[in-house]
């Protein structure tokens, strides 16, 4: 079984930075899920994709509500996947999961990780306070 450990998570003020790190299985995944990103899922409300990369490209792909402020990026070596979180507001606290779809090239993007989503781990929890 493919398994997502996510780490990372935490409470910060407003204003700071946080880095999220997602760890997985390369000979679980292989090449069969090209698609990687970070789905949040705020207190009572619904699922939202917010960062995505191709895997074979590392073509970065972000919502609105991150752009400019978060960047994902992954450490092939490492086998990991990164969130870094920069000027963290209150509407950023969530559970954060890292997930993988099998969604090739320009059609990995938010919008389809979420509608495609195939694997996704337990989450770790942010938490933004004044």
């Known amino acids: 079984q493919v398994r997502l450990v996510e780490s990372g998570g935490g409470s910060v003020q407003v204003g700071e930075s946080l880095t999220l790190s997602c760890r997985y299985s390369l000979s679980d995944l292989g090449n069969d899920y090209p698609c990687m990103g970070w789905v949040r899922q705020p207190p009572g409300k619904a699922q939202e994709a917010v960062a995505t990369i191709d895997r074979s490209t590392t073509k970065p792909s972000y919502s609105d509500s991150v752009k400019g402020r978060f960047t994902i990026s992954q450490d092939i070596a490492k086998n990991t996947l990164y969130l870094q979180m920069n000027t963290l507001a209150h509407g950023d606290t969530a559970m954060y999961s890292c997930?993988?779809?099998?969604?090739?090239?320009?059609?990995?993007?938010?919008?389809?990780?979420?509608?495609?989503?195939?694997?996704w781990g337990l989450g770790t929890e942010v938490t933004v306070s004044s």
């Open positions: 997930a993988a779809a099998r969604v090739v090239g320009r059609f990995c993007t938010e919008a389809n990780l979420l509608r495609y989503i195939d694997l």
